[in-house]
């Protein structure tokens, strides 16, 4: 219930990635306070209770990493990510690194381009901070601009830096976990290795992936369908609760019966 509701409140929510949590059999319940010599001992299982199985529990959650709506904005410190691409942020507080696909950016007091809210810079291809209003100030005060490769220009001169934009290939895309803010962190830092810079590549891919100015890539949730899975959800936890309640007061009835004299 808790996955379904806050995906639903993600909906507006630019770059979110809907999660799905998947389940898996749980053992019959003799086999989890049994040991490997008495699970094959007749005597010691309740075949009542190996029939009605043993039910089932969270396996894992994983995000769905399918691309959300480009959303026009005009704002030059807008992006939006296409492909397999997140942007290199950096918490502002501890310095641990972190991807994201919202690219809603703005410069700060310091002219450092970081994440709206403050918490999070946005870091460049070689991974420091970008100085935007420096940059800016070099090449003739224009608007900076961001080519589909993510390097910066100003008045048509290459600032010579670009956007840190990491590319996950394959399953490296998917061992990426949410860390709260709507961004991801990598635990295991094989797959950051593994991940290429969006300004190295070439031909096919980097038509397939590339970035927008002025932009912002939508939530990935359907509202609707969010909606109606809450719904589902929430029926399903009363159904059960229903059925433990009347085996509750099955058992006390029955308890009851056998405490009373005869």
């Known amino acids: 219930m808790e996955n379904a509701s806050n995906n639903l409140a993600n909906a507006n929510t630019h770059g979110f990635k809907a999660d799905l949590l998947t389940v898996m059999s749980r053992p019959v319940e003799s ?6 010599e008495q699970i094959t001992r ?3 299982r309740d075949e009542l209770l190996d029939r009605m199985g043993g ?3 969270l396996h894992q959650s994983h995000s ?9 904005t005009g704002n030059d410190f807008d992006f939006a990510v296409k492909g397999k691409g997140f942007f290199t942020m950096k918490d502002a507080f501890s310095g641990e690194v972190f991807f994201s696909r919202n690219g809603a950016f703005k410069v700060n007091n310091e002219g450092i381009l970081q994440s709206t809210d403050g918490k999070y810079f946005v870091l460049d291809a070689n991974g420091s901070e970008i100085d935007a209003t420096q940059l800016m100030e070099e090449n003739g005060n224009g ?3 961001v080519d589909s490769q993510g390097r910066m220009s100003v008045n048509g001169i290459d600032t010579g830096t670009a956007l840190g934009i990491k590319v996950f290939e394959g399953e490296d895309a998917y061992k990426l976990q949410k860390w709260g803010d709507n961004m991801f ?3 295991d830092k094989e797959i950051v ?9 070439e031909g096919e891919e980097a038509v397939r992936s590339g970035v927008i100015q002025g932009a912002l890539e939508g939530s990935g949730i359907n509202p609707v369908e969010a909606a109606v899975n809450v719904i589902d959800v929430s029926r399903s936890y009363e159904r059960h609760m229903n059925m433990m309640q009347l085996q509750n007061g099955t058992v006390q009835g029955l308890m009851q019966r056998v405490g009373r004299a005869i």
């Open 143 to 145: 608007p900076l601009v």
């Open 64 to 72: 769905i990493l399918a691309e959300g709506p480009i959303d026009q």
């Open 193 to 201: 290795n593994n991940a290429r810079n969006l300004l190295d590549l």
């Open 42 to 44: 007749v005597e010691y």
């Open 31 to 36: 086999e989890t306070w049994l040991t490997p």
């Open 55 to 57: 039910g089932v529990w």
């Open 185 to 187: 962190v990598a635990y």
